[in-house]
Structure formats: structure tokens, C-alpha cells
């Protein structure tokens, strides 16, 4: 009971420093400009978020972090981050480069196609730069503490920057996963064609069908990363979600296994005429007072 109050509490908290903030007029347009660079053998990519900054004080940062089979997408939703912003944080929906056939990225050089571990490098690039402000509209605006919303591969990505630093990288304080690809060489999952192509996008990500335990698409997997000095994480998901079921099962045990802390919830409802319900990004409405209530208790 006391846990539900709490909740409760914190959920009112959040609409009222929303409706708060919005009626201030503080809510902010997004300035596009370069975070930082991706970087490869064949060149340089130059990256872009979009960043939303309340003008005045210091603010926590939340990245954005787009949906898109790891190989298409552009930054955003741009209500995401806008209803980020109105709750009280500085949001950047950021690129990050692409696998093939990347055509959202125009500007990633020729011949860096994108493969794991490019994509989360970059996220990892968007925390250093968010977390220092080192960017002309973020500068002075920031606390030094970053979490990410990410969308089925964008939650991916946050996973795996939640769990542990990358390499030579830093790692995110707080995260929200929505239908997010967790274990890359789960037999079920590989195996999941309703609505979704998972095994083509962890394969293409990844760039190697190897699915042995301790092969190329285990060791590539967000879930294996997380321990008890992970970062909390908000794990969400549809009962029928196009994202296999598996995934959300094999996280969440993991996470109680190793007792990393941990927030989660199965959204049940009735499937579209495709069979699957509604995924990532599409309930964000649904649950974003909960995902901003989180954020603040973490990141405040």
C-alpha cells in the first residue's frame, strides 16, 4: 500500500511540475547541432541531436533515442522529448550511425556501414556530451546527470549503456526500455516472424548470424552486460508486442538475478488486426507520467 501511494505521489509530482513548467512559457524549440562524431577506418560521421533546453538553470539531460531495426530512423519523436522538457529536463533526440541500408544517415561516410559496436559508441558519445554540457545550447544548462527514453533498438541502446560503460565510454544514471531488443541470440526470438523481422535486424546490426552461447550475437546483447552496479532501468512492454516476448522476460530476469535495480511493467491489452499490440514509442502517452516520475526520482 505504502509503495502504491508512493507512485501515487510521484506520478502528481510529475504532472504538476509538467503543467507547471508548460504554463511558465519555459518549454523550449529544439536547436539542431553537432554533438560529436562518429568515427571509423573509412572517415568521420558527424552527429546530430536535437536538443531542447529550458533557458534557465541547471537541468538533468534525457537522450532520446530512436526506434528503427538498428538500421534506419531519424532522431526523435520530437513529443518525447518535448513532454521531457516540460516535465523539467534538458531532451536531445539524437542520430546515431545506421547498418545497412542506412539511408536515413546521409552524411555517414561511405563505406562505415554501422555494425555493432558503432551504434552504441555513439550513445555513448550523445552521454559524454550531454553530461558535460559540451555543446553551444547545452552549455551551462546541465547537472551532470543523463538518462535516456529509448524505443525498440533506442532501447537497446540505452540498455546496454545503462548496464555498464562502454569501452573508453561512459555510461547512462537512469533508463527508460520500451520494447527494446535485449538478447540477440535468443532461439525464440530468432525465430519470431509475426510482426516484426528481429532476427534480420540483430543479424544485420550485429553483421554475423552466430547465435552459440558466447557467439558473436551473445556477446553483442545488452542483457549479458547488467549487474548489481548497473543503473536503474524502467523495463516496458505489450503482452503481444511486435518485439518478441522473450525479450522482456529474458531482461527482466536478469535483472532480478543479479539484482540490479530495477522498475517494470507488462502493459496487457487487445491486439491489433496483425495479431500484435502496440509498441515502443506508440503507448509513450500511456506511460510517460510513470517514465517522467521515474527519471525525477532518479535524476533529480
Known amino acids: 500500500m505504502k509503495t502504491k501511494l508512493m507512485f501515487l505521489l510521484i506520478g502528481i509530482a510529475a504532472l504538476s511540475v509538467s503543467a507547471a513548467v508548460a504554463n511558465n512559457g519555459v518549454q523550449s524549440l529544439p536547436v539542431i547541432e553537432q554533438y560529436g562524431v562518429g568515427t571509423s577506418r573509412f572517415g568521420n560521421t558527424p ?39 516540460a516535465a523539467g529536463f534538458n531532451a536531445f533526440t539524437i542520430e546515431y550511425r545506421l547498418a545497412p541500408l542506412h539511408t536515413d544517415m546521409p552524411q555517414q561516410v561511405m563505406g562505415d556501414d554501422g555494425h555493432y559496436p558503432e551504434q552504441t559508441n555513439d ?8 553530461r558535460a ?61 509475426r510482426c516484426t523481422p528481429f532476427a534480420a ?32 532501468v524502467f523495463v516496458i512492454a505489450t503482452n503481444l508486442d511486435p518485439m518478441p516476448p522473450q525479450q522482456f522476460q529474458i531482461l527482466t530476469t536478469r535483472l532480478k538475478a543479479v539484482g540490479a535495480p530495477n522498475q517494470t511493467l507488462l502493459i496487457t ?32
Open 47 to 85: 552527429l546530430f541531436w536535437h536538443a531542447y533546453i529550458i533557458p534557465t538553470g541547471r537541468h538533468p539531460a534525457v537522450l532520446v533515442i530512436h526506434i528503427g531495426g538498428f538500421r534506419e530512423g531519424k532522431a526523435g519523436p520530437a513529443s518525447v522529448a518535448q513532454d521531457l522538457n
Open 133 to 193: 554540457g559540451s555543446t553551444a545550447a547545452s552549455a551551462g544548462k546541465v547537472t551532470g546527470k543523463v538518462g535516456a527514453v529509448g524505443g525498440s533498438a533506442g532501447a537497446s541502446h540505452a540498455a546496454y549503456t545503462a548496464a555498464a560503460a562502454t569501452l573508453g565510454g561512459d555510461m547512462l544514471d537512469a533508463a527508460v526500455l520500451l520494447s527494446g531488443n535485449y538478447d540477440f541470440h535468443d532461439p525464440a526470438s530468432l525465430a519470431d516472424v
Open 269 to 300: 491489452e487487445a491486439p491489433g488486426p496483425d495479431g500484435c499490440t502496440r509498441h515502443a514509442f506508440e503507448y509513450w502517452d500511456d506511460i510517460k507520467i510513470q517514465a517522467i516520475a521515474f527519471l525525477g526520482r532518479v535524476l533529480q
Open 123 to 130: 550513445v555513448a558519445t550523445a552521454i559524454r556530451a550531454a
Open 201 to 232: 535486424n540483430v543479424t544485420n546490426y550485429v553483421n554475423s548470424s552466430v547465435a552459440s552461447n558466447g557467439g558473436a550475437l551473445d556477446l553483442a546483447s545488452p542483457y549479458r552486460r547488467f549487474t548489481s552496479a548497473s543503473a536503474p
